[in-house]
């Protein structure tokens, strides 16, 4: 009869020991509460803005060029133009960036949540019939935390892109303005 209690017990101990994967939960759970709090500051940032920001680069760098037709201009006399271009061209891609980054965090959101389900339920095979042992939450493991930290580099990417793009545009519109009333007013001089 012990020993029947013995083997009983051997085999409860062995059906309820450690999950394939549980060794990642924490770490999971952890890079889901980071990339919520990049998500949240993510979209509080002014995203609508940089549309009419673009409207506005766009139409005073294309005031600038018509005013410049014809006109060649040093380095140093062309900055303001540079810069206002430059501007340009990060406001204009920032609605692509925002809803491709959306997108992602949704779906890097999704993928670590079923993983961490997978392993708290001891799923055995996934959707595609693949088994899902030690090796397979190792490997999808590493997948979403390398996916997800690039989606955090993203992020931070397409903040700074859209602060830099933001900053000051006025004033550079008026000193690129500026610049092309001055240097269009100049004489020109004819060549020999």
């Given at each position: 009869m012990t020993c029947r209690l013995w083997i009983f017990g051997l085999l409860l101990l062995s059906a309820c020991g450690p999950r394939p994967g549980a060794e990642h939960l924490n770490a999971l759970q952890r890079q889901l509460t980071v990339?919520?709090?990049a998500a949240a500051v993510f979209?509080?940032?002014?995203?609508?803005?940089?549309?009419?920001?673009?409207l506005i680069a766009d139409s005073a760098l294309a005031a600038v060029e018509t005013r410049m037709q014809?006109?060649?201009?040093?380095?140093?006399?062309?900055?303001?133009f540079s810069d206002l271009d430059e501007r340009r061209r990060l406001l204009k891609k920032q609605p692509g960036r925002q809803r491709r980054i959306t997108q992602e965090i949704d779906r890097t959101r999704r993928q670590i949540g079923n993983l961490i389900e997978a392993i708290v339920d001891g799923?055995?095979?996934?959707?595609?019939?693949?088994?899902?042992?030690?090796?397979?939450?190792?490997e999808?493991?590493?997948?979403?935390?390398?996916?997800?930290?690039?989606?955090?580099?993203?992020?931070?990417?397409a903040l700074d892109f859209l602060q830099?793009?933001?900053s000051n545009l006025d004033d550079l519109v008026t000193k690129a303005d500026s610049t092309s009333a001055a240097l269009s007013a100049l004489p020109k001089t004819e060549s020999p």
């Open positions: 990339i919520d709090s979209n509080a940032a002014p995203h609508d803005a940089a549309i009419q920001a673009h014809g006109l060649v201009v040093n380095l140093e006399q062309g900055k303001p799923a055995k095979v996934d959707a595609l019939g693949a088994p899902m042992d030690q090796t397979y939450f190792d999808a493991t590493a997948d979403e935390m390398r996916i997800s930290t690039h989606l955090l580099e993203e992020m931070n990417i830099r793009g933001l």
